[in-house]
């Protein structure tokens, strides 16, 4: 056997999709919350929407110098979006149907009451494997 047998891709252990109902405002035939979709992004692709999210902020006192800063709204979006396999939140009619072209703009639409948004950022960081909430780990990366 090899000494990397263990690390054989056929030996990786492939993580489930799940689902999870974001809103009651979307509900099915029998009145219950319409369940989506998702999957679990790759450490590529968290880095990649991270790097997106992240802006440069002068540092106070220190001209010339800046620092990053990640847009911890934008980045939860993004991860969402990057997640969701159903509904399609790329899908013309459907962003049509609320007036919007982007699925982040769409996400924000069917999720729009304040409280199931930020208990869907929870679920969604836990489902990502996260233990502390993106802006704890900002918080922390800081210090």
Do not use: C
Request: aromatic share 12%; charged share 30%.
């Amino acid at each position: 056997m090899s000494k990397f047998a263990l690390f054989m891709k056929q030996n990786k252990e492939q993580k489930n999709n799940e689902k999870y109902a974001p809103t009651t405002t979307l509900k099915d035939e029998n009145g219950k919350p319409v369940e989506w979709e998702f999957r679990h992004i790759t450490s590529k692709e968290n880095d990649a929407l991270r790097e997106a999210a992240t802006i440069e902020v002068p540092v106070t006192g220190k001209p010339g110098v800046f620092r990053p800063k990640v847009i911890a709204n934008k980045y939860m979006a993004s991860v969402i979006v990057a997640a969701t396999v159903f509904p399609d939140l790329l899908d013309a009619e459907l962003q049509d149907s609320y007036g919007v072209n982007k699925p982040e703009d769409l996400l924000y639409a069917l999720v729009d009451d304040a409280g199931e948004y930020q208990r869907f950022g929870v679920w969604m960081q836990k489902f990502q494997g996260f233990t502390k909430s993106f802006d704890e780990q900002v918080e922390e990366a800081k210090n």
